[in-house]
């Protein structure tokens, strides 16, 4: 049985009004000629039955209706011999009908509207529909595009073969999701310029269930990729230069955000005999410098580590005279220069650090100048100790999570807002390395740690107001080990463990801001005391 679908619609003109020459009543029609009058009414019929051009989306909604009524028919027609109906029932029918018309033209609507990019082909590989969306990306009108072959005409020569292969599976029955498409952009002084569209691929059948084309619906990620392609060709010129066998090119290494070891290149490889795979990932201080690389003493350990928090804190450092022992015993000096690194959203990440060797006629002034500068000079700034307290804490949030530990605080309202003047960022280094080892050695799951803040008296010293605060941090169980308590409190020059040696640089770094600490051993819980005078006031 052949259907036929007719779709009328009304003329263009409402009102037809005539601009002809005026009428002379003498005047008759002799055959050869047509009097205005005559000639207007054959000029009526012909714009009466004119009507708008047909747009390709209306073509698209009435072949869709053509295919949904078919259907329709061909249930009627399965489901048994035709029966007389009432006529309740055909304008149930016609009713249906209108609102499956509602629906194609709803569907055309949203995909001509819609802000991905869709596109269509058909069995040929010829353009078959293209929304509003291409349009705008492509620079190709709906009626440009319509037509064109889209593997030779649209697609960019480098993207040819993916987009045979997609069709080619498409046709069979076999679509694809999230496949990157590189289209080429058309207009005036666009010729070398690309659309990248990630893209899912339909196929698209007729009645008769049959493949007759495929259906593109994809997201424009052409910024994304611009951007993507700009970082990857930056990562390529930054490992070009760090691990560069150029002269010109200085020992480097970078310090994560938790002070361990993420790039050593060669440079450095071949000035201290530690390969790049042996460094990575240890940790910088005491680790790499001060095991690795052995250390002169303590007091280049303590600057160095000074030096790395700072530039990781995000603070500008000084060239640092600095020497070490490479892999053969020999002592090496340098000039190391810390910088901050920052991550894509601007969040210091870590730091770079640069070594400069130092020339045999430097040495003696570097060396006089370092006997000048053994005494650590601490800064003076003003801070509040809520901002201390909230840094100290977000420093080990990560160990907490990961030990499934709840923190406990008690810190008086009324000194959170308190001023103090010193050296916010040793001070800071020095209590957050005392809670973070509280942490990991507190009994876990379903443990906790507890850090207390007690005022004490307001003093006058030296003509300043000086304030003593008293930090307590706390966890149940049986303490921390005798050993690292030994490395902590001992005066040797050797450690047994890296925490040790971290805790007594800590120690010592607070002694040097008028402070102490203690390590308490009660009934079913142990902390660390610290007893602290701050400057309240300049």
């Not at 080429?184 to 666009?190: D, L, R, S, W």
């Not at 008690?410 to 010193?422: A, F, N, V």
């Not at 003093?459 to 030994?486: C, K, W, Y």
Request: net charge negative.
């Amino acid at each position: 049985m052949k259907d036929f679908l007719f779709w009328f619609r009304s003329h263009t003109a409402k009102e037809v009004k005539w601009g002809g020459a005026k009428h002379h009543p003498e005047d008759k029609d002799d055959g050869g000629r047509i009097d205005p009058r005559a000639s207007f009414r054959a000029f009526l019929e012909v714009a009466k039955s004119r009507s708008l051009p047909w747009e390709v989306s209306e073509i698209n909604a009435i072949h869709s209706l053509q295919l949904i009524m078919r259907d329709s028919f061909q249930e009627i027609e399965d489901s048994g011999p035709k029966q007389v109906v009432e006529s309740r029932q055909n304008d149930s029918a016609m009713q249906g009908l209108t609102e499956l018309s509602s629906v194609a033209f709803e569907m055309v609507r949203l995909i001509e509207t819609a802000m991905a990019p869709i596109f269509g082909v058909d069995s040929s590989g010829l353009i078959n529909g293209w929304n509003a969306k291409m349009a705008q990306l492509i620079g190709l009108h709906q009626n440009e595009a319509m037509g064109k072959s889209l593997v030779n005409e649209v697609v960019h020569v480098s993207s040819r073969e993916v987009v045979e292969s997609l069709l080619s599976r498409a046709l069979q029955g076999v679509e694809d999701t999230n496949v990157e498409l590189k289209l080429q952009k058309f207009g005036i002084n666009q010729e070398n310029s690309i659309i990248y569209i990630m893209a899912n691929t339909c196929t698209s059948r007729d009645y008769a269930n049959n493949v007759v084309g495929v259906c593109f619906v994809g997201q424009d990620v052409t910024s994304e990729k611009v951007v993507m392609d700009k970082f990857i060709r930056l990562q390529g010129d930054y490992k070009a230069i760090v691990h560069s066998l150029n002269p010109l090119i200085p020992p480097i290494f970078a310090s994560d955000e938790n002070a361990c070891c993420s790039e050593w290149n060669v440079a450095l490889e071949k000035l201290t005999g530690w390969m790049r795979h042996e460094i990575i990932g240890k940790m910088l201080p005491g680790e790499v410098f001060g095991g690795f690389c052995q250390l002169k003493g303590q007091e280049t350990l303590t600057k160095f580590m000074i030096l790395l928090y700072r530039a990781i804190s995000g603070h500008d450092t000084m060239k640092l005279p600095f020497g070490f022992f490479d892999r053969k015993g020999t002592f090496v000096e340098v000039l190391l220069t810390a910088n901050k690194r920052i991550d894509e959203v601007g969040n210091v990440a870590g730091c770079f650090c640069f070594l400069q060797t130092i020339a045999p006629n430097q040495q003696q002034t570097l060396g006089d100048r370092q006997e000048n500068s053994d005494s650590l000079e601490l800064n003076v700034e003003e801070f509040l100790l809520e901002n201390l307290i909230d840094a100290i804490v977000s420093q080990v949030m990560t160990a907490l999570k990961e030990k499934k530990l709840q923190l406990l605080h008690e810190i008086p309202d009324h000194i959170k807002t308190l001023s103090l003047y010193g050296d916010q960022i040793r001070l800071q280094l020095v209590l957050s390395d005392f809670l973070l080892n509280i942490v990991h050695n507190a009994p876990s799951p379903d443990g906790w740690v507890e850090i207390k803040v007690i005022p004490g008296l307001k003093l006058i010293q030296d003509g300043n107001e000086v304030i003593h605060l008293q930090f307590r941090m706390t966890h149940p169980g049986q303490g921390f080990p005798s050993a690292l308590l030994e490395d902590m409190f001992g005066g040797k020059s050797q450690w047994t463990t890296q925490e040790g040696l971290a805790l007594n640089f800590s120690r010592k770094l607070l002694n040097m801001m008028n402070g102490h600490v203690n390590y308490v051993r009660d009934n079913d819980k142990c902390y660390f005391l610290v007893d602290l005078e701050v400057k309240t006031r300049k």
